[in-house]
C-alpha cells in the first residue's frame, strides 16, 4: 500500500508550525517570507514540488524541521532534494551553496523568488544602515555567482 505525499495545504501547514514564533530581521513573523517565496514561485510558474519547497526551503537551515524529519516526510523525491539545494550548510562557502543550487533541476527559480523577497527595498528599508548594507552585498554576490542579473539602483535623481 503506498503512502499518499503530503498535499501542498499540508506542506504550508507543517511549515508554518514549525517557523511558529520565528520573526525575520525586521521583526516580522518568518512565515511571511515563506508566503511570499511560494507566491514568487507560483507566479514564475513553477511547479507544485518547487512550490511545496519554497515553504520549506529555510527549516532545515533554520533548524525549524530536522534532516530527519525531511528524509521520512511524505514528499517527492524531487522536493527533498530542491529542499537540499537550497539549505546552506554551516560554514559553507557561497560558491559551492550556489553551485548546488544551479546544479539542481528547478532550485534557481526557488532561490529568484526567494532573493526577489529578501532584497525588497521595502522590506530592506526598516533595517539599519549596517544590515542592509551587508545583506544587499550579499545579495548582489549570490545574484552574480547564480548568473543573474543585478536589479536597477533606483535613480536618485527621479526621487
Known sequence: MSVKPMT???V????????????DKAGRPYAEHLAAVAEGVRARGGTEDQI????????????ALSLQWLESAQLPRSV????LALTKRPGEPLA???????????????KVADLAHNADPARLAVLDEATRTRLAAKYTEVRGLLGLPQPLEPDSRLA
Open 8 to 10: 501542498l495545504s499540508e
Open 80 to 83: 527533498k532534494e530542491l529542499v
Open 12 to 23: 504550508e501547514t507543517v511549515a508554518r508550525a514549525a517557523h511558529e514564533g520565528q520573526t
Open 52 to 63: 511545496k519547497a519554497a515553504w520549506l526551503h529555510d527549516a532545515i537551515e533554520d533548524d
Open 96 to 110: 559551492s551553496y550556489t553551485g548546488r543550487i544551479l546544479a539542481t533541476e528547478g532550485a534557481l527559480l526557488i
